[in-house]
Every structure is written in structure tokens, then in C-alpha cells.
């Protein structure tokens, strides 16, 4: 009896002090006038643990209950989430006049203090200008569409009459392709190095920012120790052998190829984290959900497999896709855009405030995070008609890529610089498969949305010869 009355008081003691903190907190933010509505959770963790749970549903019962823009505590910041189409627009526009890339603690540690995402002013604009010389059009065409075309035929072959977990491979895809284009790496000790030590940074990103051993945030900072190592090492080497390989790699070292200003080993180092990171998680999962989708809507792969055997048509079976080639996939890009916005593989964009600033008659504290949540723009049905059906035509629609709300690659000044590269890649990939192979999922498979979009157990396919 003594003991079940013990337990009764500490059980009732947990429940008073759990309400006291709860209590304390919002007292602790609620002093400040002119916050938006919202609850801000527990010290110090806030509300992560429900966001990285609840994921959209969280955010759906937060504009139901407080409107499209509220306050909560996630990710270890006090942040405002805005889901209004308008005010997220002029919110990325506005870059420098209040604001300042936001990013979670633990992506800036882990990406490095020179990531694009994190550094604004000059800094930002030499990145930005050496990420845009990389891949600008004319790169595309002369330099990187080769590379991307050998690769993707190299990766492809020998599909047929294997069971092939598609996401495994998109991966692998994603991160060699990369590597290749980069730095001339292909398939080996080296990659294989690499890889290990990306999916562990990538996991270390999106987590809590405690340093403790074992935790995602741990891993991912002795994942970045390791890459970084492995990343000056290369540039050591490409000094020392004096031989050019006419790579990105190349042009950063030596400031040409219109890169403007020639920048630092560590700058250089964070700049090709952030192409590798960046281009991995983008290409590799709208590639998987890609043939996900067409796999879902047999109209919609009979449509793009006539596209690319039309260019194949005027073609013997060797030749290389040009830049043509690439510009006349028009339903193929549409496929592309329709992915990336049901998929979702963006659920938003980070701001920092520099000052207090307004938004709707409210006023922002600085150092505040502005979560810029595009995701429900991707399902708003006055731009979307049925939001939730894969309907790739409706990029054929004139008009619908320039619409100010388009955000599926960021937007104002922030505006990704590697899209081109990425959807490159992307088409490349769908016009060998496609054309080369048919499918079938095979097994239970699975898919989640957030915070990332991935297939659990893997998205197998049961892959023939077209």
C-alpha cells in the first residue's frame, strides 16, 4: 500500500512539474507584445518532437487553431511559421531587408560555416556566382550533359531481369553522378568512402543540435570531420599532380570558367559539400517518386517513354542525348515539376530576422526563424486544380511555371542555382530507363513524406527489357 501511494505522489508531482514548465515557457515568450498566436512547447526542445512526428498534420492543426501565421518552437529556435502564399513570396524577396538564410543549428554545423545556405552579402554572391558559373547553360551543354549522358547509360545496364530496389539506386545515381561531374571520381574505394559518409551527414542534419555520442547530430558532425579530411585531401592531390581534368573541381581551384573570384581551400571544400548534399537528396528522391508515379498512371508513361523514343528515332543505338535533345522534353519536365510538387521533397525554407520585423501586424524579434512552409502551396487547388492527382499536363499550361507562388525551387534571391543540372539529370535518367525497360513494383512498399520522402523498406521493382 505504501509503495502504491508513492507512486500516486510522484506520478502526481511528474504531472504539476510538467505543467509548470509548460506553463513557464510560454509565460517566458508571451512577455514579448505583438507575437503572432501559438504554443511554444518545452524548454529548450519546444515542439520539435510533435513536428518531426506529426509532420503536416501538425501544421494543418496549427492554422486551424491560429491562421496561417502562428509561433512554436522547433528544431531548438523559436520560430514563426507562415503558410500564406503572398507573404512567403515577399518574405523570400526580401532577403537582406530584415532577414537572413535560417537554417536549423545542426545543418549549419554539420554543411559547414561557408554553405550557401548560411552565408548572405558578398560572401553569398561569390558563392552564389561560382555555383551559377558551374552550371550555367552553356556548361550544361558542352561539359556536364556529356558526363551526365555516359554515366546514366553506365548505371543503367544491365537492369533487366533483376528485382531492384529503386530507391537504393537512385541513391547511388544521385551521389556518383554527382561525384563524377565534380571531381572526376567514379565507382570505387573512394565513392564507396564517400557515400558512407554523406548518408550519415544527411541524417545528422535533421536532428536536434546535441553534441552527445550516438546521436544523429554526433554522427553527422564526425561525418562532415571525415568528408572534409577526405575533400582537401583531393584538392592536395589535384594541386600536386599539376594535370587538369576539366571538372567543377578544377574551375574552383583555379578561378576560371567565369567563377569570378577565386575562393578559399575551406570555402571551396563547403561549396562541393553543399553541391554533393544538395544535388543528392534533390535528384535521388524526385527520380524514385518519378517512377513511382509513372508506374501509378500508365497514361501518363505512355506518354513520356513516345517522347523519348521519338528522340531516340533519329539516333543510332550509341549516340549521346545532346542539348536538343534535352530542350524537346517538354512532358518530361512536366513530369518532373508535378513530382517534385505531389511529392513534396521541399517542404520549405528557413529565414533568420536581423531586426524586429513585421509581418501582418505582428511584430518578429530578431533571431527569430521565419519557417517559409511552401508545402500547402504545393496542394492549393485555386493553383492546382486537384491537388492530389499526379497530372503532369497541367505543366503544359502556359504560364504555371512563372506564377509568383511557384516556389519548387526556392525563390527571390535564394532561387536554387543547381536546377538546370538537377533536372538534367533527372530527364537523362527517365530516357534511358524508360526507353530501355518496363516494370513492376513488387512487395509491401512504403512511403512517408516526412520530414523526408523516403520508402522505409525500399521501393522495389521487378525490372524486363522494353
Given at each position: ?411 527571390g534571391s535564394r532561387m536554387c542555382p543547381g536546377k538546370e543540372v538537377g533536372t538534367v539529370e533527372i530527364a537523362t535518367f527517365l530516357h534511358y530507363f ?33
Amino acid at each position: 500500500m505504501a509503495l502504491l501511494l508513492l507512486f500516486v505522489v510522484l506520478a502526481a508531482a511528474a504531472v504539476v512539474a510538467s505543467s509548470l514548465l509548460l506553463r513557464w515557457n510560454e509565460v517566458r515568450y508571451s512577455r514579448r507584445r505583438g507575437l503572432p498566436p501559438g504554443t511554444m512547447g518545452w524548454p529548450l526542445f519546444g515542439e520539435t518532437t510533435e513536428f518531426l512526428k506529426q509532420g503536416p498534420s501538425f501544421m494543418k492543426a496549427r492554422r486551424l487553431r491560429y491562421g496561417s501565421l502562428f509561433r512554436t518552437h522547433i528544431l531548438g529556435c523559436p520560430t514563426v511559421v507562415c503558410m500564406d502564399p503572398e507573404l512567403n513570396r515577399r518574405t523570400l524577396a526580401s532577403d537582406g531587408a530584415g532577414f537572413v538564410p535560417g537554417y536549423p543549428q545542426s545543418m549549419l554545423d554539420i554543411l559547414g560555416p561557408n554553405n550557401i545556405a548560411a552565408v548572405h552579402g558578398p560572401l553569398h554572391r561569390a558563392m552564389r556566382g561560382a555555383m551559377l558559373a558551374l552550371t550555367r547553360p552553356s556548361m550544361i551543354r558542352a561539359a556536364l550533359l556529356p558526363k551526365i549522358d555516359a554515366f546514366m547509360r553506365a548505371h543503367l545496364h544491365g537492369w533487366a531481369g533483376r528485382r531492384v530496389d529503386i530507391q537504393e539506386m537512385t541513391k547511388e545515381m544521385a551521389l556518383l553522378s554527382a561525384l563524377r561531374q565534380i571531381a572526376g571520381i567514379s565507382a570505387g574505394p573512394l565513392s564507396d568512402a564517400l557515400k558512407a559518409e554523406l548518408y550519415t551527414l544527411v541524417l545528422g542534419t535533421f536532428s536536434l543540435p546535441i553534441n552527445i555520442p550516438g546521436t544523429n547530430y554526433s554522427k553527422g558532425l564526425q561525418a562532415r570531420k571525415k568528408l572534409v579530411a577526405m575533400l582537401r585531401q583531393m584538392i592536395i592531390d589535384r594541386r600536386s599532380s599539376g594535370c587538369t581534368q576539366d571538372d567543377m573541381l578544377d574551375s574552383l581551384l583555379s578561378g576560371n570558367e567565369g567563377t569570378r573570384a577565386k575562393l578559399s581551400d575551406d570555402q571551396i571544400i563547403d561549396l562541393l559539400i553543399t553541391l554533393i548534399y544538395s544535388g543528392y537528396e534533390t535528384v535521388s528522391t524526385t527520380s524514385m517518386m518519378a517512377v513511382k508515379y509513372l508506374s501509378d498512371n500508365p497514361k501518363a508513361l505512355e506518354q513520356i517513354r513516345k517522347e523519348h523514343l521519338d528522340i531516340r528515332k533519329g539516333k543510332s543505338p550509341g549516340d549521346a542525348l545532346d542539348w536538343n535533345d534535352y530542350k524537346s522534353m517538354t512532358f518530361t519536365k512536366a513530369v518532373i515539376y508535378e513530382t517534385l510538387r505531389l511529392a513534396t521533397v521541399v517542404n520549405g525554407l528557413l529565414r533568420k530576422t536581423t531586426q524586429d520585423v513585421e509581418m501582418n501586424g505582428y511584430v518578429i524579434p530578431k533571431g527569430w526563424r521565419i519557417y517559409v512552409y511552401t508545402r500547402e502551396i504545393n496542394y492549393d487547388p485555386f493553383l492546382y486544380p486537384e491537388p492530389m492527382v499526379f497530372n503532369p499536363w497541367r505543366w503544359l499550361e502556359k504560364g504555371l511555371e512563372s506564377h509568383p507562388h511557384f516556389m519548387l525551387f526556392g525563390g527571390g534571391s535564394r532561387m536554387c542555382p543547381g536546377k538546370e543540372v538537377g533536372t538534367v539529370e533527372i530527364a537523362t535518367f527517365l530516357h534511358y530507363f524508360v526507353t530501355q525497360y518496363r516494370w513492376e513494383e513488387e512487395g509491401n512498399n512504403t512511403i512517408s513524406k516526412f520530414p523526408r520522402v523516403a520508402a522505409p523498406n525500399g521501393l522495389h521493382i521487378r525490372v524486363q527489357d522494353y
